[in-house]
Nanobody
């Protein structure tokens, strides 16, 4: 089974930036659409952005123009560059297969992003 490890979160002020990383074990990562998800306390997990195996991207309306998803298939790694962060971006961020995947991989531990002054 694929293991997913998220990293790069932290505490930032509104307007700040962070870059998250998602490392996938094995050698099949490159074949799949992948997504970044986030879950705030008391709320459902939501898809933030996704990216196909060849680099096509989609973004939730709430993050368009501020976040950029990318991937390096040779490194089995996906990234989320987050700029102009807002307090409402505060959540635990996870990576996994895209929404249309028949099966998710096991969820990683996530990485906490806190946007606060």
């Amino acid at each position: 089974q694929v293991q997913l490890v998220e990293s790069g979160g932290g505490l930032v002020q509104p307007g700040g930036s962070l870059r998250l990383s998602c490392a996938a074990s094995g050698n099949i990562f490159r074949f799949f659409t992948m997504g970044w998800y986030r879950q705030a306390p008391g709320k459902q997990r939501e898809l933030v952005a996704d990216i196909t195996s060849d680099g096509s991207t989609n973004y939730a309306d709430a993050v368009k123009g501020r976040f950029t998803i990318s991937r390096d298939n040779a490194k089995n790694t996906m990234y989320l560059q987050m700029n102009s962060l807002k307090p409402e971006d505060t959540a635990v961020y996870y990576c996994n297969r895209g929404l249309r995947a028949a099966r998710s991989w096991p969820w990683g531990q996530g990485t906490q992003v806190t946007v606060s002054s």
